[in-house]
């Protein structure tokens, strides 16, 4: 009876031991399955490591590799990516939320006219090359943050204080952005530098009231000058148009007069030359040409005998006409 319980009990071990190892080996195999497939989005390129050496690169899609033996790392080279320095967003949206935490480290520089700003900005940059990135250089991300913060330095140093708060911000992101790509460049990091973007420039907190009323002088200086030269632009040049219209005249005036005189020498040489040649006719000419003018201006006449006498009582001197 013993034995046939013990051979019973070892039939049904020696069974359960074949499904059990039925289930380990479907455990491994999904187990390897699962671990050979994995998926790209749209957006990542996939590198594959074997053994620890690179093997190849994986378009998006459903893909496969060797188990344990094959690493892969999925890289967003499609996704725009940034680095924030001097601030930090918490929360983006409509209302971005920001941390209250001083950057200081990162923000505080000298000028080139030795006075300091805080500069805020940030890094948009994409992933050209997944396998430099990788495999170039060691932590990508950390070596590009301390790049861009040195650039940012450079350039802001040979910058004044005016410059950096006011008119030169464009300037200074394009020169950041031209001096981190060639640095990305040269250290093979795989990283495109999409643009470069001043968020924040002011000065420190101990100094931003002394600032800001240097820059409302500053501003009230150059208001009061458009306001004058506003006026010299009204006044002087229509006091240029009228002495010009003046001096025109003048001339218009003299040019006038001297030709008049000069009509009238000639006229009178005219007359003189024509009487030395006949005195008796051009004097009578002139006496007949000169009554022609005035007695049509005489209004009323009275022609009158020398030989006549006592007529002034027959004249109505009181009619005028």
Sequence with gaps: MANEELQSFLDTLKTNSK????????????????????????????????LGKYNRSVEPGFKMKLPYIEKLYKVPVERQLKQEFGFRTIKAGISSAYSSRSYNNESLMLTGDLNVAI?????????????KYLFKVRNSTKTLRDMTEAAMREIVGDRTVNEVLTIGRQEIASAVQETLQKLCNQYQTGIKIEQVVLQNVTPPDRVKASFNEVNEAQQDKEKLINQAYSEYNKVVPRAIGE???????AEGYALNRVN?????????????????????????????????????????KYIIDDGISGILPLLNLDNKK
């Design 19 to 50: 499904k059990l190892t039925r289930i380990i080996i479907i455990v491994v195999i999904v187990v390897v399955l699962l671990n050979s497939w994995f998926i790209i989005e749209p957006e990542e390129i996939g590198v594959i490591l074997r």
């Design 119 to 131: 500069v805020e900005w940030i890094v948009q940059y994409r992933i050209g090359d997944p396998y």
């Design 260 to 300: 008049r005189s000069q009509g009238d020498i000639a006229r009178f040489n005219a007359i003189y030359n024509e009487y030395r040649r006949a005195p008796e006719v051009t004097r009578q000419r002139i006496y007949l040409e000169t009554m022609n003018e005035i007695i049509p201006k005489a209004g009323m």
């Design 243 to 249: 002495a010009k219209q003046m001096i025109q005249q």
